[in-house]
């Protein structure tokens, strides 16, 4: 089983590697973390400098891997193209596995899993990427939501698209200069949760000045959503 896992883990990574959003640096092929620190700690450099309104909101998905129904996860991998044999792989690997709930000290009688990604495990992380994938393309291509410019990069001269959101893995932070952009990023939210059972808890997820200034209007308008700043 092992042999089929680590397989079929390297087929969908070589498929998926110029497919998954550039925003996601979660088990991605030459994707570093460190990346993303250093745009943000430059975010915070030039919002410092110009003493901008613009926030970081840390999301929080409720059990992200566990909340993954197959159905969907089978529709997303048929949209990127994904063979037919490893698809059939991964919807087997996990559905096909059976669970025994321990309560009160005494095992249930077996249970099919019907959704839920195992934590650990290389095939839940990439599953769980292009489960992602649609939320981090609807942000990033939405005109709604400006995000952070970057300044040109000093040795190309070319300049970098504007930063809206950067994830690895299920943790996502949204960079947002307004209240407007708020609620788009709220109806992308929605959209997304309808049409793959994921949960954003509202009362885990934060928000950043990237100034550091205190932002009054922010925390007025977050609180009422039940977010903290």
């Not at 087929?11 to 994707?31: A, E, N, V």
């Not at 793959?196 to 200034?213: E, H, I, P, R, V």
């Amino acid at each position: 089983m092992i042999n089929i896992d680590a397989e079929t883990f390297t087929r969908l990574l070589t498929h998926l590697s110029d497919k998954i959003s550039i925003q996601q640096m979660g088990f991605m092929p030459k994707q570093f973390i460190a990346e993303q620190g250093l745009q943000f700690q430059c975010m915070q450099t030039i919002a410092t400098r110009s003493k901008l309104p613009s926030i970081a909101l840390l999301l929080d998905q409720e059990k992200a891997y566990d909340r993954i129904h197959f159905s969907y996860l089978e529709a997303l991998m048929k949209a990127f193209n994904i063979p037919s044999p490893p698809i059939s792989v991964v919807l087997n690997f996990f559905s096909l596995t059976m669970i025994q709930p321990n309560v009160n000290g005494f095992l249930s009688t077996p249970l099919p899993q019907i959704r839920g990604l195992r934590q650990g495990d290389p095939l839940s992380h990439l599953s769980f990427n292009i489960a992602f994938d649609p939320f981090l393309r609807a942000v990033n291509s939405d005109t709604r939501i400006q995000g952070f410019s970057l300044p040109p990069d000093p040795l190309t001269g070319s300049t970098p698209s504007p930063v809206k959101i950067l994830a690895y893995a299920d943790d996502a932070l949204a960079i947002l200069n307004d209240a407007s952009e708020f609620s788009a990023l709220e109806e992308l939210l929605q959209r997304y949760m309808a049409a793959s059972k994921d949960l954003f808890n509202y009362n885990k997820t934060q928000a950043l000045s990237l100034s550091g200034l205190n932002q009054p209007h922010w925390t007025q308008f977050l609180a009422s959503k039940g977010i903290s700043a």
